[in-house]
Nanobody
């Protein structure tokens, strides 16, 4: 089992920045790929970014490319999502997820563990 706890959400003006953190615990963090997803009211949960255990491969949704950066610190069992140039359409609950497969997939169905989410609200 892996437990995931997100933090760092909040209210920010358009153009601002936030850094989300995800703390993992429970089992070895080794060889686990991680991802960030988000879900806005009335919409399906969508992928935002994914990263392999080594950090050597990272993937982003087209809507966030060039603005968001996913990273991880395996020594601390942490994953981060740096969000810059935020837009009102980025408003959503952001979830951290882990997959037992070391594949940086954007497919939410391949993730095994999920956090409770953290709210990000971007005002115009």
């Amino acid at each position: 089992q892996v437990q995931l706890v997100e933090s760092g959400g909040g209210l920010v003006q358009a153009g601002g920045s936030l850094r989300l953190s995800c703390a993992a615990s429970g089992r070895t963090f080794n060889n686990i790929a991680m991802g960030w997803f988000r879900q806005a009211p009335g919409k399906e949960r969508e992928s935002v970014a994914a990263i392999t255990w080594s950090g050597g491969s990272r993937y982003y949704a087209d809507s966030v490319k060039g603005r968001f950066t996913i990273s991880r610190d395996n020594a601390k069992n942490m994953v981060y999502l740096q969000m810059n140039s935020l837009k009102p359409e980025d408003t959503a609950v952001y979830y951290c997820a882990a997959t037992k497969r070391n594949i940086a997939t954007m497919n939410r169905n391949l993730y095994d563990y999920w956090g409770q989410g953290t709210q990000v609200t971007v005002s115009s």
